[in-house]
């Protein structure tokens, strides 16, 4: 049968198994496709530890009658099915011999500083492990920084990119990606043995495409303040989907050339494609009420109101630019948004 391995490298590999295989099998499989040694591979099932992890907390229960090795059959994986490969870190820090440790005494570890090392060990591996050429959600931009196109993240080394790729976010996303590709029958479409699995390993994540918006200008008769209200609606996105909207200045995008009298609006919520508004670059209002953003999980509709700082100046720059300008997101645009909020 065959069985897919979502490697660290975020490419799919295919594997030719058989039910009676033992997991350290598998793991060398791996290991001879993917470079990642058996030891250091964290493979997971349905979301369970697969391989040593789920044994060793059997082991207390075994100690009379040794067991023998464990089995994909033991995991209940079939054909098709999909493990998910992630790197497991040698534990452990060396006390003793830190810089600045003296000998015998275990120095206490500040959180940062373990974090650091966790990150910089991984980044090694990753170094020692991974062809970034095979990753495709790996894009070196043309201002030599690196992206996720995967999370939408922007990484200034390789090594930094890596990191990211062992981080929780990216490992949420690679498993949501292929949670998604599972229910449209894509990661089993390659059934049986002589169907090349390369057809999904290198598709880009799914999008539905646009969604449906709608702006509202707005003028107080009394200050002249302008305001202008976007609706946009995603009727379908998944369940506790939670729609982010970004800021971009002129130089950052790459849709058109560059005109200080104009920042973009991005609005973007998964499946659907993230899409741009082009706005006056002034000032925004920061005062109560006059900046709000509000997603009503129940219509799916994602709201967002904002002010201009200067009345004045905004009258002149709303002739200027307009709602028609609206961007959309063409296939080769690629979106750095980020987490926030930017406003406040
Ligand atoms: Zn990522």
Redesign the pocket.
């Known amino acids: 049968m065959q069985i897919f391995v979502n490697s660290i490298t975020?490419t799919t590999l295919a594997l030719h198994v058989q039910a009676t295989d033992t997991t350290d099998h598998v793991k060398r499989l791996i290991h001879h496709r993917d470079g990642v040694p058996p030891h250091l591979q964290r493979l997971v099932f349905k979301g369970r530890p697969f391989g040593d992890d789920a044994r060793r907390q059997h082991r207390e229960h075994s100690t009379t009658t040794p067991r023998p090795p464990a089995t994909l059959a033991d995991y209940r994986v079939r054909n098709g099915d999909t493990l998910h490969l992630a790197l497991r870190l040698r534990g452990g820090i060396d006390f003793q011999h830190r810089e600045g440790s003296k000998f015998g005494g275990g120095g206490v570890m500040s959180e940062s500083q373990a974090a650091a090392d966790r990150k910089e060990r991984l980044r090694k591996l990753a170094l020692e492990t991974v062809d970034l050429d095979k990753d495709p959600?790996f894009l070196k931009n043309h201002l030599g920084t690196f992206e996720?196109?995967?999370?939408?993240?922007l990484h200034t080394t390789e090594g930094n990119y890596l990191a990211?790729?062992q981080?929780k976010?990216?490992q949420q996303?690679?498993a949501r990606r292929a949670a998604r590709e599972e229910k449209l029958g894509l990661a089993n479409n390659a059934t049986n043995a002589t169907t090349a699995p390369s057809a999904t390993a290198n598709a880009p994540p799914i999008k539905i495409g646009r969604p449906g918006y709608k702006v509202t200008k707005a003028r107080d008769p009394n200050t002249k303040q302008r305001t202008l209200a976007f609706e946009i609606d995603y009727p379908e996105s998944e369940p506790g989907a939670q729609p982010r909207h970004r800021f971009m200045s002129t130089f950052e995008q790459r849709v058109e050339p560059p005109d200080k009298a104009y920042q973009y609006l991005l609005f973007a919520c998964e499946p659907y494609e993230t899409i741009a508004f082009k706005i006056p670059n002034e000032p925004l209002d920061k005062s109560e009420g006059a900046f709000f953003t509000n997603w009503d999980a129940s219509e799916r509709k994602f709201t967002l109101q904002l002010s201009l700082a200067d009345p004045a100046e905004a009258a002149a720059a709303l002739k200027r630019a307009t709602d028609a300008a609206v961007r959309g997101g063409a296939p080769k645009r690629r979106v750095l948004a980020t987490d926030a909020a930017v406003l406040h």
Do not use: M, V
């Open positions: 975020s959600y996720c196109k995967l999370c939408l993240t990211h790729t981080g976010r990216h996303n690679l």
